[in-house]
C-alpha cells in the first residue's frame, strides 16, 4: 500500500437521545492510502454518514481515533480543526447544498474566500476550476438555471478549489438520474487520476463499485466485508438483505 493518508483507530460511536441509546459504530478499523478511491456501502442506517462525519472533522468519536496524515484530530484545536475541513477535505452530498442566491462562480469563490484567499483572486481560481468540471459556460447562473448534475458538479468544483487532499462524497450521485450519476463519477474518478486526490464516497450505486480501488461493506456499524479491485465481485441483488441493485 502506498503512504496512508487516513487511520480509523477502534472508532465507535454513540448517539444519546435521551434515555435510548444509538450504536452508530461499533469499533471501525481503517487505513486509506494517499490517492486511493475507497466506497463505503451499507444499508440505510449502516454507519456510512457518521464515519463521514468522523473522517471529515465535523463530529468526534465516543471513543477510538482519527489520524490524518498521521495526527489525531481528537488533538487539534478548534481553529485547527476548521483549518483541516478548510484546506484538507472537500465535502460533497447527495443535495448539492449549493446556496440558491449565489450564482455558479460565487458558490465556488466563496469557499475560496472562506479558505484566505481575496475575492479576485477566487473568482478566478473558482472560474478554472468550474471550467475544469465542465461548466465554464454556467459561471452567472443560479443553481435554480442549471440541471442536477450541473448542479452536483458546482459542488465538485467547490469541493476541489482548495486543492483538498481528500474529497468526502456522501451519495454524491443520490439525486441524479443514471445517465447524470454516471458522469459524476467518470468526474470524480478522473480528479483522482489526473489531480492524485484521495477519494472517499459512500453509495449505494453500483456503477460506483466499478471505479473503486476497494469498498468497504458495512451493516451495523461494522466492517462487514472489504473487497480490493479485481477480486471477487460484489454480488448484484442484495447486501445483507438490501435490494442495491
Ligand atoms: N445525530 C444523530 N442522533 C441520533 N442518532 C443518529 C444521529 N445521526 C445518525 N443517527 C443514527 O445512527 C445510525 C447511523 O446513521 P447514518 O446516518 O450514519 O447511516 P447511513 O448509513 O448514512 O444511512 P443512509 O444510507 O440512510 O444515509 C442510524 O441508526 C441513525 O438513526
Ligand atoms: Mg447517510
Not at 456510512?48 to 472533522?57: H, L, V, Y
Not at 459556460?137 to 478549489?161: D, E, F, K, N, Y
Amino acid at each position: 500500500m502506498s503512504e496512508v493518508i487516513l487511520t480509523v483507530q477502534d472508532v465507535t460511536k454513540v448517539y444519546t437521545m435521551g434515555a435510548e441509546k444509538v450504536h452508530a459504530l461499533r469499533g471501525i478499523n481503517l487505513e486509506v492510502a494517499q490517492g486511493e478511491y475507497l466506497s463505503i456501502m451499507g444499508p440505510s442506517g449502516s454507519g456510512k454518514s457518521t464515519i463521514f462525519n468522523m473522517i471529515g472533522g465535523l463530529d468526534s468519536p465516543s471513543a477510538g481515533e482519527v489520524l490524518f496524515e498521521g495526527a489525531k484530530l481528537a488533538h487539534l484545536s478548534s481553529a485547527q480543526l476548521a483549518w483541516f475541513r478548510c484546506h484538507k477535505i472537500g465535502f460533497i452530498f447527495q443535495s448539492f447544498n449549493l446556496i440558491g442566491s449565489m450564482t455558479t462562480l460565487e458558490n465556488v469563490s466563496i469557499a475560496r474566500v472562506f479558505a484566505g484567499a481575496s475575492l479576485e483572486q477566487a473568482k478566478q481560481e473558482a472560474a478554472e476550476v468550474l471550467t475544469r468540471v465542465g461548466l465554464g459556460h454556467r459561471l452567472t447562473h443560479l443553481p435554480s438555471q442549471v440541471s442536477g448534475g450541473q448542479q452536483q458538479r458546482i459542488a465538485i468544483a467547490r469541493a476541489l478549489v482548495n486543492k483538498p487532499s481528500i474529497i468526502l462524497a456522501d451519495e454524491p450521485t443520490g439525486n441524479l438520474d443514471l445517465k447524470t450519476g454516471e458522469e459524476i463519477i467518470d468526474l470524480l474518478a478522473e480528479m483522482k487520476q489526473d489531480l492524485g486526490i484521495t477519494v472517499i464516497t459512500a453509495t449505494h450505486d453500483l456503477k460506483m463499485l466499478s471505479r473503486s480501488d476497494r469498498v468497504i461493506l458495512i451493516a451495523d456499524g461494522q466492517i462487514r466485508r472489504i473487497t480490493k479491485k479485481g477480486e471477487v465481485e460484489i454480488e448484484v441483488g442484495s447486501v445483507d438483505g438490501e435490494t442495491v441493485a
